[in-house]
């Protein structure tokens, strides 16, 4: 069964089994997903999930990143995950665009703070939960994906089980309890993605998983095949059932390897066009008033996630391609502030969004894309894109993700909090405690006090 050979699986694995590479990207994952957890800790959709968790008036004991509130562990894993999202600027499993740190990161710190877990259970708990997600998204995908389903929030949520039934050290049948109560809890519509119940998302796949190993850890029984039954996870919500891709060669190989993060702060299909029309705009010094069209070439996925084009507000903005190449051609850039609201409705943000056409192009790969624009005086300059920065093939540097970590952070926390959490992040199996740690992610007038 391969539900409880996962479950088998997940309980024997062990961090001192798991090559550096892997234990190095689980940092590298960690950094990223904090940074940009802790950037939307003051965004108006955290007050809303925040002013609920006070009306249930539940114990105040886990942390939210960048807050001066607690809350209760599973509202934590909520906030924490749908912070980490907002700006949807984390981390991407290319294949299948699955975030894997915004669902798993939230419910092991959440459990964590409370439980006083150490830094090298977190990583190792994280690895694992990536990889049960990593590969029940490869399962399910692309039929599942396709249908309108969020994979991010459908799988997470059975991820951050498998990490904290590896927290709990449940047993063997204990912790298939706990991925069959993740599994009966699917979150996640596309239809949702520009709103403020995208980010949610994932917040709630960190909620429902640390619920369903706390109900496991209890003995509240499921099934014991949620994944592989006729009736179960893989074949009600995809055509799929590959299911040797759950267990073949565990351990001898780590998806978190193939992380992948975003230089900028939209759907990752729009980045290699952000990428190539800003190598176009720093070599010819181009004028946005001098240009005539632009074209993007571009993987068939740009078209199904990333073609609004008729858009009002920052968070729509990050799903039209040809609001991010505006982007990328009047700022050089695109990163949160190019998401805001005011951007969106800026005319001259309107007028390139206007002279912008897609083409899709079948043989592009997801991370490929052609840039061509035209002038008014007819000279075209075009850019191939062949592995846009941030991908698995052309990563971010450790400079850049610091650099990332830094700006996307702000004025939230102090920057001594930064480089002492930047320091404490690749250190992180040396910690003990998590105790210094969350007091680095206090917001700044409260960490002087």
Partial sequence: MVTKQTATNIRNASIEEMNPNAVNEAKRSLLNWLGVAIGAANHESMDKVISVAKTLGN?????????EEKVDMLFAALLNGMASHIYDFDDTLLETVLHPSAPVFPA????????????????????????VEARLALTVYPS????????????GGIGAAAAISKLMNLDTERTAYSLGIAATDPTGLREMFGTMTKPYHPGKAAMNGLLAALLGEQGFT???APLEAERGFIKVLSEEADLALLTEEWGTKWEVEKNSYKPFASGIVTHPAIDGIIML??????????????????????????????????LEGKFSVYHCVAAGLLHGKAGVKEFTDECVNDHQFKEIRNKT????????????????????DGTRYSQFVEQ??????????????????????????GDDAKNRLIDRVYHFEELEDLNEFFSLCRPAELAKK
């Fill in 281 to 314: 705009a720093d070599q010819y010094r181009l004028e946005p008033e001098n240009i005539q069209s632009i074209e993007i070439k571009g993987h068939p996925l740009v078209k199904e996630l990333t073609s609004k084009e008729k858009i009002t507000t920052g």
């Fill in 144 to 155: 599942h994906y396709w249908r309108g389903w969020h994979i991010t929030g459908t799988v």
């Fill in 222 to 224: 499921s099934s014991l």
């Fill in 388 to 413: 846009s920065i941030g991908s698995a093939g052309n990563p971010m540097t450790d400079q850049q993700l610091q650099e990332k970590f830094k700006e996307v952070t702000g004025d939230i926390i």
């Fill in 59 to 67: 114990p105040s004991i886990a942390s939210v990143l960048g807050r």
């Fill in 108 to 131: 092991i710190l959440a459990y964590g703070e409370p439980n006083g877990i150490s830094g090298k259970e977190v990583l190792e708990s994280f690895i694992i939960g990536c990889e």
């Fill in 357 to 376: 056409k897609l083409v899709i192009d079948q043989s592009l790969k997801e991370d490929q894309a052609e840039v061509q624009v035209t002038l008014k």
